[in-house]
């Protein structure tokens, strides 16, 4: 069975390929009476849209949603959504080469082992490509918790983090990186462009923050707020490595100094003086900002050969080969997994919301 599904009450499921005719979402369980149209979820989509600098794959798709059912006179019917993204500027003869032999570090072999088949025009559904649908849904999910801010951003890419000093969030739409401190982004400029010039890629780590998620979302087990967000995270094509909060950093850390003290407002309300914990403690959301970081792999389609073999023929023989790929390629896939993490942050927050109401009423 293929799981092209996520969630519990806000539920969606993705269709589509890189190189097909459309992608798409059906996003099920929305609540009836939002205010809904194409041109409040298109900004999203546009953030996320390939060919706006050279630091991106140069692939040029004006991404349009299309709003198919489930909404009738600008309100959402309570009914299922279908999202429809065309796909206009395909060019699947540059994967003539990937047809024959596995990409390293791609998910080609993965596939055909376990389907024996696979799509080699982009990866299919183990592009990129596919995280425009997610997008979609992710600015459907908005409208379910309005009292909800999102705002992600790049941290480090291939290594080089931004100064936390330097962080301004007003930067973040100023430059192709979506990253917060101005002189780490001229260094990117240099850096990304060097990998683009030598053929080759970087990784780069993207973190997120949502401000106004009221405490008590989320559950002290099977659905715990950070297990749910890091299994959204971690579903992210080329995603290797999610943190919650402090993160793996926590483990260098003695209990007094994880620990976040909490005091008293002068209305009496709990404050907290420090979120090591991203505002997530047993699985619940604490009423602080929820802080997600997430790792992104160098793009693995790339113009350096690296050794893989190829495809088994019809007499079950493989043979050792070279491999590079062409075609049009993020250099840093990461800066374009910005608006995606945006969405699967608020696709799981607007699922938990709906979740808690089911269970407290409140």
Avoid at 266 to 271: N, P
Wanted: aromatic share 8%; with cysteine; charged share 20%.
């Amino acid at each position: 069975m293929s799981w092209n599904t996520f969630g519990r009450i806000f539920r969606f499921t993705t269709w589509g390929e890189s190189h097909g005719p459309a992608l798409g979402a059906v996003v099920d369980g929305c609540p009836p009476e939002l205010d809904i149209h194409e041109g409040l979820i298109q900004p999203y989509l546009d953030a996320r849209r390939p060919g706006q600098s050279r630091f991106t794959t140069q692939r040029n798709e004006p991404d349009q949603v299309k709003i198919l059912s489930g909404v009738f006179e600008g309100r959402t019917t309570g009914t299922p959504i279908s999202l429809l993204i065309e796909n206009t500027d395909q060019r699947s003869k540059d994967y003539s080469e990937v047809a024959k032999a596995y990409r390293p570090g791609h998910a080609d072999y993965a596939y055909d082992a376990k389907y024996g088949f696979r799509d080699y025009r982009g990866g299919g559904r183990s592009s990129a490509r596919e995280t425009a649908a997610r997008v979609a849904a992710g600015g459907l999910a908005r409208l379910v918790i309005p009292e909800v801010s999102i705002l992600a951003y790049v941290s480090a890419i291939g290594g080089d983090a931004i100064n936390p000093a330097n962080f301004d969030a007003a930067q973040i739409g100023q430059n192709p990186f979506f990253c917060p401190d101005a002189e780490a982004a001229q260094r990117w400029e240099a850096l990304v462009d060097k990998a683009r010039k030598d053929g080759s890629s970087l990784g780069a780590v993207v973190e997120c923050v949502a401000t106004g998620v009221p405490a008590g979302w989320g559950a002290p087990l099977y659905a715990k707020l950070d297990a749910d967000l890091a299994a959204a995270m971690m579903g992210i094509n080329a995603v290797k490595g999610v943190e919650i909060g402090d993160g793996f950093a926590a483990a260098t850390l003695r209990g007094e100094a994880n620990a976040d003290p909490m005091r008293l407002d002068a209305d009496g309300s709990v404050d907290f003086t420090a979120n090591h914990a991203g505002g997530i403690a047993g699985g619940i959301s604490t009423g602080q900002p929820v802080v997600v970081r997430v790792a992104f792999k160098p793009t693995s389609s790339i113009l350096i050969p690296v050794p893989t073999v190829t495809r088994a023929d019809e007499t079950g023989q493989r043979a050792e080969t070279d491999l590079f790929t062409k075609g049009r390629h993020d250099p840093c896939v990461g800066i374009r997994g910005v608006p995606v993490v945006e969405a699967m942050m608020a696709l799981v927050l607007a699922d938990h919301k709906l979740l808690h109401r089911g269970q407290t009423g409140r």
